[in-house]
């Protein structure tokens, strides 16, 4: 019987710059993360993006992935959460 999968929701914000999207899609694909949707805008020079990612195949557990998007938000100045997408449903329900 095939695994339902473990769907997490990635909400990135900050100054828009070069190499955001690719900086982010190479590490989930370096953590085995399956990257299942993403929807991004350009505000003026503010860039917003919820990416939907499965990880039921990552090498590495919530609390790792958390510290590599935390990384990832220091280096290049950005805010990003990680959210179980229950979560992000229920905290966004209008």
Do not use: W
Not at 11 to 21: A, L, M, N
Not at 66 to 77: F, T
């Amino acid at each position: 019987m095939k695994k339902q999968p473990q769907v997490c929701i990635i909400t990135v914000t900050g100054q828009d710059k070069v190499g955001i999207i690719a900086r982010l899609a190479t590490a989930m694909a370096e953590a085995n993360i399956n990257i299942i949707d993403v929807n991004q805008n350009i505000m003026e020079e503010y860039f917003v993006m919820t990416m939907a990612v499965d990880i039921e195949h990552s090498k590495l557990d919530i609390e790792q992935i958390r510290g590599v998007l935390d990384s990832i938000g220091q280096d290049m100045g950005l805010a990003i959460t990680f959210q179980d997408q229950n979560i992000f449903k229920v905290m966004h329900r209008i």
